[in-house]
């Protein structure tokens, strides 16, 4: 089956500073790249929509300045956190539409867990 | 934001019985979808209901889908320790710029053994 792959796991960073996360589709072409966050015990956010070589879609009341999405290849979009702060630290969890035949199903990075201090 | 509504939040049974969770949406869906999430683990997708279909299954898993009243559910027979998780439906939503995944709230379900 298809297969995506974020990096890194979990990362901890003083605030202030900026992370960056990748998310990757290992063995096809995501056309669409989708970024959630999860906070403690609560479910999936949709934070933007990304598709390959445009700008990403954000959701209402995400912040795209702070939030920086590039897809810049069908296997490879990031999810940069500017200027991070504690409230941040969250469960951040990718996407990928647009492998194989099923053009409804998407698959799911394992997360990246953030910790800022 | 959130597009189904589940319930119940919580739900705590016995190995061996099974658990029934119900997730409510509000907009027009090209499919339905279930996964499962353990503990601040990765999300699993179960199974995928289109539309036009009103019952699937799955092994353990039956889900049912009635676009009428805008809900599905979900059961799982003859549940395990191992089916404690967390489990979440999404909506497939039918939308002009371009078709995306929105999640209820989730219902945490233990089965203890």
């Known amino acids: 089956g298809a297969v995506v792959s974020q990096h890194p796991s979990w990362v901890i960073c003083k605030s202030g500073t900026s992370v960056k996360i990748e998310c990757r589709s290992l063995?096809?072409?995501?056309?669409?790249m989708f970024w959630y966050r999860q906070f403690p015990k609560q479910s999936l956010m949709l934070m933007a929509t990304?598709?390959?070589?445009?700008?990403?879609?954000?959701e209402q009341g995400v912040e795209k300045d702070k939030f920086l999405i590039n897809h810049a290849s069908l296997t490879l979009s990031t999810l940069t956190v500017t200027s991070a702060h504690p409230e941040d630290s969250s469960f951040y969890i990718c996407?990928?539409?647009?492998?194989?035949?099923?053009?409804?199903?998407?698959?799911f990075g394992p997360g990246t867990r953030l910790t800022v201090t | 934001s959130q597009q189904g509504e589940e319930d119940p939040q919580a739900l705590s049974i016995q190995e061996g019985e099974n658990a029934t969770m119900n997730c409510s949406y509000k907009?027009?869906?090209?499919?339905l979808q279930w996964y499962r999430q353990n503990s601040g683990r990765g999300l699993v997708h179960l199974i995928l209901i289109r539309s036009n279909e009103r019952e699937k299954h799955s092994g353990r898993l039956r889900v049912t889908l009635d676009t009428s009243k805008k809900s599905s559910s979900l059961l799982i027979t003859a549940s395990r320790a191992a089916d404690t998780a967390s489990y979440f439906c999404?909506?497939?939503?039918?939308?002009?710029?371009?078709?995306?995944?929105?999640f209820g709230g989730g219902t945490r379900v233990l089965v203890k053994p």
């Open positions: 063995d096809f072409q995501a056309t669409t």
């Open positions: 999404a909506t497939d939503e039918i939308k002009a710029a371009g078709n995306k995944l929105t």
């Open positions: 996407s990928a539409r647009g492998g194989g035949g099923n053009v409804y199903e998407q698959y």
């Open positions: 990304s598709n390959e070589g445009s700008k990403a879609t954000y």
């Open positions: 907009t027009s869906i090209n499919n």
